[in-house]
């Protein structure tokens, strides 16, 4: 898949949903400016396939199910071919839910807006699906925090913190970078499921 770094400020001043996110990239989409992930090569992409999937985010105070056409890119010069999804921020690899979602259901829970039965009902979530997002944070926390720092900070303040980085993209396209996989992504991409020896330790911001 190809990693779409779109959220140019903090996120607490993003205000566009996931899916215009998606949709105003998709209008501009150029795939021979795109480099293939497997093979570097810039110039040899080019559209392969379409697929709809569903995203649910959270519209106007209720879970709302919207329709993505994602484009998939074919690399020219990879032998065997390869194929590449694109993939903006507000996306998760592998999860319905967009990036807003899950991180307003936390982000309500760590600052006591709510109790965790009425953040579910509201979110129309699983009371094990909070918890399984709770813990995912927490361990994705610990890669950029280090883990006796994520142990030291509460969850209220991580949480806080994490909405007040800026911009976004930096610190998403770091974390991939360092581990292979995006923030609350819980399925590994088995192509990069193992950090390469040869690169080098990431800093966030």
């Not at 949709?23 to 570097?40: I, N």
């Not at 999860?95 to 979110?123: D, G, K, M, P, Y």
Request: glycine share 4%; with cysteine; charged share 25%.
């Amino acid at each position: 898949m190809i990693r779409k770094n779109l959220i140019n400020c903090k996120l607490i001043r993003e205000k566009r949903s996931g899916k215009s996110i998606f949709d105003d990239y998709m209008k501009h989409l150029q795939p021979g400016a795109e480099a293939c992930p497997y093979c570097g090569e810039q110039g040899d992409l080019h559209v392969h396939a379409y697929y709809d999937r569903t995203l649910i985010e959270f519209v106007d105070g209720h879970p709302l199910k919207v329709s993505l056409c994602v484009c998939r890119l074919a690399c020219s010069h990879c032998s065997p071919q390869s194929t590449h999804a694109i993939l903006p921020d507000p996306i998760i690899p592998y999860c319905r839910h967009s990036l807003f979602f899950i991180l307003r259901v936390l982000a309500e829970h760590a600052l006591r807006l709510r109790s965790v039965e009425r953040i579910c009902e509201i979110f129309e979530i699983s009371i094990r699906t909070f918890y399984r997002w709770q813990k995912l944070f927490n361990e994705h926390r610990a890669e950029w925090q280090g883990l006796l720092s994520a142990m030291e900070t509460s969850l209220r303040t991580a949480i806080l913190e994490f909405f007040r980085k800026e911009p976004f993209s930096i610190f998403a396209a770091g974390f991939f970078r360092q581990t292979g996989f995006s923030l609350l992504q819980s399925h590994a991409n088995p192509a990069r499921s193992k950090r390469k020896s040869s690169e080098q330790p990431f800093v966030f911001p």
